[in-house]
């Protein structure tokens, strides 16, 4: 069988209820799936076809894997080979089976594949003078070691029928890495790359008119001393505020989030959350002149320019600390 390799490690399951699981890739092309028994406390092998009939009869060994649930009782499961081939399953956990599958070829092995949720700012109505929000259900991002990184959008609807390329990403060299997070605090997911020619890539959706057609764009990149190998996005100083952490094959590099630019955020959307208040304490009068926290907003205000002091002005992200290895 060889060696097993870890993939995605943890996932949720139903049977009789929320159970985790351990999934193991192996070079024997399956997937080996371990369950715990808690009268042993151990985790013995089960059949994956048990939990996860969408991982039998594997093209070729898996090296990456991604799975999340869509409604109540389905998930969305997607894999990437060795030898350039993705799978993707529509899945009813309640029995389970699978309700529908596609697969798509690439030249090179797969690095990433990662599912994620989409949503994009249309265009502004005049009559109310917001903007509207359209969710476009699940896409699926792939990198592979020579191609341009692709997502599919829509998966749910389309499968793998509806692509767009991220112009650029096979420039530098093989993209090793990928994570899919909100980075500027709009509500739209941005896409960032980490590839073996040193730099880091972000990419955000642009949308067309309706906003269900349109196009990732690189937004900027960012250079560091060697590859990058993994990147993660976590709250590592325990102040509420997340910082991306960037391993690199020398070092590894935290980046965090420009204080005064978080600051200025939090004062407009408190302006925001204000205005609206004001607006509705004018259409009902008594209720807002018995509210006891109307003064809650300028507490907050406050804060948010105490944490302003902190740090003058600066991008948004500036590089914290810097870790080589030997």
């Known amino acids: ?83 350039g081939c993705v799978g993707l399953a529509l899945v009813n956990q309640t029995r389970p089976e699978v309700l529908q599958s596609w697969r798509v070829q690439f030249d090179s092995p797969i690095s990433t594949v990662l599912l994620f949720p989409l949503s994009c700012q249309t265009k502004s109505s005049k009559a109310s003078g917001e903007k509207s929000e359209e969710v476009d259900g699940y896409n699926l991002l792939i990198t592979s070691n020579i191609e341009m990184a692709v997502v599919y959008r829509d998966v749910q609807e389309c499968g793998l029928a509806r692509s767009t390329c991220l112009l650029g990403s096979d420039q530098w060299d093989a993209v090793l890495c990928a994570l899919v997070i909100d980075l500027d605090f709009d509500g739209q997911k941005e896409v960032l790359l980490g590839t073996y020619g040193q730099e880091l890539l972000c990419y955000k959706f642009q949308p067309v008119g309706s906003g269900r057609d349109g196009q990732f764009q690189l937004q900027w990149r960012r250079s560091f001393m060697s590859p990058l190998l993994s990147v993660i996005y976590l709250d590592l100083t325990g102040d509420g505020l997340r910082e991306l952490a960037v391993l690199t094959l020398k070092g590894l590099h935290i980046l965090q989030h420009s204080l005064t630019c978080t600051a200025d955020l939090v004062l407009e959307r408190l302006s925001q959350k204000v205005s609206a208040l004001a607006a509705s304490s004018e259409l009902q009068p008594d209720e807002a002149a018995g509210n006891e926290d109307s003064d809650a907003p300028a507490q907050i205000q406050e804060a948010a320019g105490e944490l302003q002091n902190k740090q003058g002005k600066g991008a948004l992200f500036q590089k914290a600390k810097s870790v080589q290895f030997e």
């Open 1 to 83: 069988m060889g060696v097993r390799l870890p993939l995605s490690a943890r996932v949720q399951c139903a049977d009789g209820g929320l159970e985790t699981v351990f999934l193991l890739s192996g070079h024997d092309q399956r997937i080996h799936l371990y369950m715990e028994n808690a009268s042993l406390h151990q985790f013995e092998e089960h059949p994956v076809e048990k939990l996860f009939p969408e991982l039998q009869q594997l093209p070729s060994d898996v090296l990456w894997l991604d799975m999340v649930s869509v409604a109540v009782g389905q998930r969305l499961s997607a894999y990437g080979c060795q030898n």
